[in-house]
């Protein structure tokens, strides 16, 4: 199973970026993860088929449009023998 992990910079935090970002995980189906950073960034790691990724991580370049924007998007991808259950928000 291939991973993704995307560090994203910009105006992200208090703009509803973490719900935008949850939001695609569950409905492409994905496990993973979003949080904020304490640098004002937001990281998310997913697990899925390699094209559901491609698709999340393309939504996640973009952004949840009107609110706040995505200066810079760093992307690594790996494999992974984990995929967890669920898409959530964590600390």
Do not use: C, K, Y
């Amino acid at each position: 199973m291939r991973a993704v992990r995307v560090l994203v910079s910009g105006w992200v935090q208090g703009v509803g970026f973490r719900a935008f970002v949850l939001q695609h995980g569950r409905d492409l189906g994905l496990g993973g993860w979003v949080r904020n950073l304490s640098d004002g960034g937001v990281e998310t790691e997913a697990a899925g088929p390699e094209p559901l990724l491609q698709q999340f991580v393309e939504a996640v370049r973009e952004g949840p449009g009107g609110r706040g924007w995505v200066r810079e998007v760093s992307v690594s991808w790996f494999d992974t023998a984990e995929v967890p259950p669920e898409f959530h928000i964590t600390r």
